[in-house]
Nanobody, 115 residues
Framework: QVQLVESGGGLVQPGGSLRLSCVVS????????MGWYRQAPGKQRELVAA???????NSADSVKGRFTISRDNLKNTVYLQMNSLEPEDTAVYYC?????????WGQGTLVTVSS
């Protein structure tokens, strides 16, 4: 069974930083496009940042210049470095793996930005 396990969430003050990790098992990780999504209370899930199997990245306008996505194919892990966090970044963050018709999700990790 495919597993995506996120970690690194927590409570942080505005302006602080967190690094999320997502360890993936039971897929050929290097061929999958990976993404981080988030869902705030009462809102739809939205794409935060994505990285292709070839390493190309894109991110939402709201996080450009603050968040960075990266991957380590040897560790089957995708990261999301989040800097200059704002209260509006509070959400459950989900890891996604996508390849053709295959689409997998983690259980999510909660990020709370509050003073």
């Amino acid at each position: 069974q495919v597993q995506l396990v996120e970690s690194g969430g927590g409570l942080v003050q505005p302006g602080g930083s967190l690094r999320l990790s997502c360890v993936v098992s039971r897929i050929i990780f290097r061929i999958y496009d990976m993404g981080w999504y988030r869902q705030a209370p009462g809102k739809q899930r939205e794409l935060v940042a994505a990285i292709s199997s070839g390493g190309s990245t894109n991110s939402a306008d709201s996080v450009k210049g603050r968040f960075t996505i990266s991957r380590d194919n040897l560790k089957n892990t995708v990261y999301l470095q989040m800097n200059s966090l704002e209260p509006e970044d509070t959400a459950v963050y989900y890891c996604n793996a996508h390849f053709r018709q295959n689409d997998y999700w983690g259980q999510g990790t909660l990020v709370t930005v509050s003073s």
